[in-house]
């Protein structure tokens, strides 16, 4: 019996000798493999975290990083192929690590100059195969795993079938043999039988080490040893078991990461000056930093107390109008709305007032549904005290300027004004010095009273519906002395039927005497400085533009910037304060409007601006304005000077160009003509050719020789007969003879202030004797003409240059002047070319035809020269 | 013409007066509101020139004593202000003052501003 139970426990001893040692080898590797590919997967992440870093942090620290992090990845593989068995699964291995090697190379080799977004997009594509081949490989060993398992828990329950087995004939023999050691042996066995049931069961809490160290000791010691190790895989399967687990880990590394980014965040918002808080949907505070809190204090956590408690801190508007809570800026950013610096004050309960520059924007989650809010704003009392200090400041000092400058002034104005009280001319002009420089130092003074003013918010417009016109002739009267001295014309034409605008009329004279005197400082003598307006129903825009040297594109930015002249030579010279044009922004931008400026090197400057109509009802109060007969308003008279020794003839003139609307200047002598012509700058010139002195050849001469005199019209009004054929005369001027009438002088007048000189016209005619004509005769008035022989020749020009005017034949070879038109509304839509049609066919047929073609202006075969010239001018100067 | 100038420094005094002379104005010049008012209810003139800040008694006081004495508040007053505060001028026209001429004022025209001013009577802006 002793020997039997002897054999058996010898038989459990050997059956446990070779199970157990075989199974603990094979479940270590597993637990290895299946522990490598998390710490593979992990690292791999890592990596291109750390990759990703490098993109936008290229420190040395990173790069470190990223090697260690590398060599780690490489270790894990290398241990990995050491452990693997399976042939298939050493294959899979090895394409991962070829996949792995691949990316890194890449990652080396890729353009660091690229942008971070192409190359994080190149990264993520790659490493998404490395991660599937990972989880492929991860799944096919844990199916091996799986079947390794079930074959050590067959072998295991083939163990504790003979385990019971003995015990059961064990405890038989023992009870016969030795009743006395039934406590000694059975009872552990009967307790091991147990446990081997319940460990079936799946409860391993049966397993326990004894302390025993006889055989029987032996055995359940090596029956607790080899539950733990099925304890230990069963823990490592449950781990295991699908990437759950793994994204479980994964999913707490980047919770570190994330809390650990959030707890340097709310670091860094404690330090910052601005105060920063961040809502909940339901109106609740999730996060504060410091600053708020200092304003705000801690809000109660009762949704009912907490409304109260917000409701006690009043805001305020910056027009002292108490702000409703559902229009906060917290509440508006939980509605999805933006705010941007917006000052108000904060009036706290306990009387403390906090003038605050707030913005707030809703916080969206990745679905674009607002999921909060963020506020932030700034205590702004100091700076408002500062820019208080500063107003003040500038008003006291420009008040105190302004009394000694009014003694210097006065007494320098009063000195000069006394005939002969300073006799030499040296010393007249010394006190001249000091006036014109008084006069700047009052300009400077208002101009940063102005700036300091609108800056400080304390412009107030007295708004008011006034015509247009009355602002641009008040504008032009300001600058008509300068201008004249300057030598610089003054042009003004307003549309009849615009709306009023609704505008506080001072400041916006201010605006455009400031762009108007810029102009005329920047003309070159001669030119012409243009003001145009024209309209729409809700609003007009002023445009005033000069012919002089024009500005940098890359200068034009700076323009409306304080102190800023593109170049500060050309300040001092021109005597600006360098404030003017962002004075004048200010105040189109008060009122609403815009301005804007365009400028050509050499060609000119623009600058126009938009003013806001007034409606209806605002402008039932005012008078509508007087429009002359051509509808629009010339707001400038033209000035015609007369130069003719017949003193009833430049009488006879005077009276009718007088009652015409001209400014009248006459001169019976060349040399006093020449005279007036420098210094009143006339807008035409009618010349007698036989004067005694100079006669009117050698004055048209000297005219079209002196710089600034040379782009005057010149209307010639001779009695000669054969003056009109006077090859002596200039091509561009207008040649009227006394006889033909005194309305034939005024339209050639007008015709010559009209007409734009120098434009380029394209004659489509094929009647060569015609075509020659009709460039004879517009040439004589000054322009450039295209001769083209048919619609082909024409069309071509068209694509070749820059055509301001088409004269056009219809019937023509090749292409007819129909097709052409056709054509050109084709080619030319946004900018249509005028088109004069000259046709010798029946007016009725073919005139309604070219017109809805897109002609301008018929005219029937034969052409009056003097007809075309008036269209052609007419054309021109509506175009233009 | 008559006019009673106020007006604290002497030399803004000075051209202000001969200013005014130029324009046929029969001129009597004062330091304060004080003695203006003083002068004033001597003898009325046609036209009562005010600096905005003056010494004992202001301009805006003494405006506002003038218009409120029946005897003196049918002459026109006009300020001298040096414009700095937009404010000040509506204050000044609020007072009753006929208009008011911004400092530095022109010397040569300073005489017909005036006349125009009394002129119209409305409050016009120069």
């Known amino acids: 019996m002793t020997i039997l139970g002897a054999g058996a426990i010898v038989f459990i001893l050997v059956s446990l000798n070779v199970v157990a040692p075989s199974m603990d080898a094979e479940r270590q590797r597993i637990g290895e493999v299946l522990d490598l590919h998390g710490s593979l997967w992990r690292a791999l992440v890592e990596l291109k975290h750390d990759q990703h870093d490098q993109l936008v942090l290229a420190l040395p620290s990173i790069r470190e990083r990223l090697q260690r992090q590398r060599s780690a990845v490489n270790d894990y593989l290398a241990h990995e192929a050491s452990l693997l068995q399976n042939a298939e699964q050493q294959e899979r291995l090895k394409q991962l690590t070829q996949q792995y090697e691949r990316w890194v190379a890449q990652w080396e080799s890729i353009d660091q100059s690229g942008s971070p977004e192409y190359m994080l997009s190149v990264s993520e594509k790659d490493f998404a195969p490395i991660q599937a081949l990972l989880r492929e490989f991860d799944r096919r060993e844990r199916e091996l795993a799986a079947d390794a398992f079930a074959l050590m828990t067959r072998r295991r329950q083939l163990f504790f079938a003979i385990v019971a087995a003995m015990a059961g004939v064990g405890a038989l023999t023992l009870a016969a043999v030795m009743l006395s050691t039934k406590r000694v042996v059975l009872d552990p066995l009967t307790e091991l039988t147990d446990s081997a049931h319940r460990i079936e069961m799946g409860d391993f809490t049966a397993a326990h080490q004894t302390l025993r160290s006889d055989e029987i000791g032996l055995l359940i010691n090596s029956f607790a040893k080899m539950v733990q190790a099925v304890q230990l895989r069963e823990r490592e399967l449950a781990t295991a078991l699908g990437d759950s687990r793994e994204l479980a880990s994964m999913t707490a590394e980047s919770r570190r990461r994330v809390e650990a980014a959030h707890a340097d965040l709310l670091a860094t918002l404690e330090t910052v000056p601005a105060a920063l808080m961040i809502f909940n949907p339901d109106g609740s505070v999730r996060l504060r930093n410091r600053a708020a809190t200092d304003v705000f204090g801690i809000e109660p956590q009762n949704p009912e107390l907490r409304k109260n ?91 105190e300027l302004r009394t000694p400058l009014t003694s210097i002034r006065g007494s320098v104005q009063l000195v000069l004004d006394e005939a002969n009280s300073v006799p030499d001319p040296e010393h007249r002009k010394l006190l001249q010095i000091a006036l014109n420089n008084c006069e700047r130092l009052v300009r400077i003074i208002n101009d940063i009273l102005d700036v300091s003013k609108i800056e400080s918010g304390n412009l107030m417009l007295r708004r008011k519906a006034v015509h247009v016109a009355d602002l641009v002739r008040q504008s032009i009267d300001v600058v008509v002395p300068p201008a004249r001295n300057a030598n610089v014309r003054l042009d003004a034409i307003v549309p009849a039927n615009l709306r009023p605008v609704m505008v506080d009329p001072d400041r916006v004279v201010q605006a455009l005497v400031n762009l108007l005197s810029n102009a005329v400082k920047f003309a070159p003598p001669g030119s012409t400085v243009t003001t145009t307006v024209t309209g729409s129903e809700h609003m007009v825009t002023i445009a005033v533009a000069d012919q002089g040297e024009g500005i940098a594109p890359e200068n034009l930015n700076r323009l409306f910037q304080k102190f800023q002249q593109v170049d500060s030579s050309s300040s001092r010279r021109k005597g600006g304060t360098g404030l003017g044009l962002a004075i004048t922004k200010a105040l189109v931008e008060q009122h609403g409007g815009r301005i804007f400026v365009d400028s050509e090197l050499n060609k000119g ?59 009248v200047l006459d001169a019976r002598d060349a040399a006093s003509a020449l005279q007036i012509a420098r210094s009143a700058l006339p807008d035409v010139i009618t010349v007698d050719l036989m004067m ?35 090859a002596r005369l200039p091509i561009d001027v207008t040649v009227v003879g006394k006889g033909e009438g005194d309305d034939r002088v005024l339209r ?15 004659v489509a005619e094929d009647d060569e004797d015609l075509r020659g004509v009709l460039t004879a005769s517009l040439t004589r008035n000054g322009h450039r003409v295209i001769p083209a022989r048919d619609g082909a020749e024409a069309l071509a020009a068209i694509e070749r240059e820059q055509v301001d005017l088409l004269v056009l034949d219809l019937v023509m070879p090749n292409i007819d002047g129909f097709e052409v038109l056709a054509r050109l509304k084709e080619m030319r839509k946004g900018v249509p070319i005028p088109v004069v049609v000259v046709s010798g066919t029946d007016r009725s047929t073919t005139e309604l035809q070219a017109l809805r073609l897109g002609a301008n202006v018929y005219l029937t075969k034969p052409i009056e020269a003097a007809a075309l010239a008036e269209e052609v001018a007419r054309l021109l100067t509506t175009n233009t | 013409m008559t006019v009673v100038l106020a007006e604290d420094d002497l030399d803004i005094q000075l051209v202000a007066r001969l200013a005014l002379k130029r324009a046929g104005f029969v001129v009597r010049v004062v330091g304060n509101g004080q003695e203006a ?90």
């Open chain 1, 309 to 399: 408690y917000w409701g006690r801190f009043k805001r305020i508007a910056k027009d002292g109008t108490p702000i409703p809570q559902e229009e906060w800026i917290s509440a508006r950013a939980l509605r999805g709305e933006t705010a941007r610096n917006e000052e108000l004050e904060i009036h706290h309960p306990d009387g403390r007032i906090f003038p605050i520059l707030a913005s707030g924007a809703p916080l969206r989650n990745e679905l674009g549904h607002v999921a909060g809010a963020v506020v932030a704003f700034q205590d702004i009392a100091r700076l408002r005290e500062v820019d208080r200090m500063k107003d003040e400041f500038v008003s006291i000092v420009s008040h």
């Open chain 1, 692 to 726: 005694p002195g100079i006669d009117g050849w050698g004055f048209i001469d000297t005219l079209r020789h002196e710089k600034g005199l040379t782009n005057i019209p010149i209307v010639v009004v001779s009695g000669a007969a054969d003056a009109k054929k006077d």
């Open chain 2, 37 to 126: 008012l003083d002068a004033i209810r001597q003898e009325p003139p046609d036209v009562v020139l005010l600096d905005w800040m003056m010494p004992e008694l202001d301009g805006p006081e003494t405006c506002r004593r003038l218009k409120a004495d029946p005897a003196t508040a049918s002459i026109p007053v006009i300020f001298l202000t040096a414009k700095s505060q937009e404010s000040e001028i509506q204050r000044g026209l609020s007072l009753g003052a006929a208009g008011y001429v911004t400092k530095p004022f022109d010397a040569l025209t300073l005489g017909q501003h005036v006349k125009d001013i009394v002129n119209n009577s409305g409050g016009v802006r120069l």
């Open chain 1, 748 to 762: 050639e007048i007008s015709l010559a202030l009209a007409g734009r000189r120098g434009a380029t016209i394209l």
């Open chain 1, 605 to 663: 400057t623009r600058f126009s601006f938009t003013l806001p109509t007034a409606t209806t009802e605002e402008a039932a109060s005012i008078a509508p304005v007087a429009a002359n007969t051509d509808g629009s308003a010339r707001l400038v008279a033209r000035r015609v000077l007369i130069v003719d020794d017949d003193d009833d003839f430049r009488q006879l003139m005077k009276t009718q160009l007088s009652n015409a609307g001209y400014t």
